[in-house]
């Protein structure tokens, strides 16, 4: 698997990306005993489809450790408000792995390729 480039986290700047984080429902297979006996619905959101592609990524070092530290922090703070604010060299470092391991199936669903095209078209803010 290849490597993530890093996205210079060195460079702290005052422009931010300011992404509203979308949510809509999905249906999952109900299991009991080992049996699938029915659909339910669980709420999902951008942060849950970005946590998933980062936690696939294999990513390691003290440089996106801290990367992954400050994104964390972000994703608390867009729990609360429902916003994911992240300076410029975190939004790249995200856009990154979206753009390689964004699984393709994912494009299926209008309300996931929605809340993704937000985040790929967030733009630039000043603070």
Same mark, same amino acid.
């Given at each position: ?39 339910? =619905? ?7 489809? +970005? ?5 696939? *990524?294999? $990513?390691?070092? !003290? #440089? ?34 979206? =753009? ?7 494009? +299926? ?5 929605? *809340?993704? $095209?937000?985040? !790929? #078209? ?6």
């Amino acid at each position: 698997m290849a490597k993530v480039k890093l996205y210079k986290p060195y460079l702290l700047t005052n422009s931010m990306r300011k992404i509203k984080v979308e949510k809509w429902k999905a249906s999952y297979p109900k299991i009991e005993n080992g049996k699938v006996v029915g659909q339910e =619905e669980k709420e999902e959101n951008l942060l849950i489809a +970005l946590n998933r592609l980062t936690v696939n *990524a294999r $990513n390691t070092g !003290l #440089d996106q450790f801290r990367i992954f530290s400050r994104i964390g922090k972000n994703f608390d703070d867009a729990e609360k408000t429902g916003y994911l604010k992240l300076e410029e060299g975190d939004y790249g470092f995200l856009k990154q792995i979206i =753009e390689r391991d964004v699984p393709s199936a994912w494009g +299926l669903s209008n309300k996931i390729s929605h *809340a993704i $095209n937000l985040f !790929l #078209d967030a733009k630039e803010e000043k603070d």
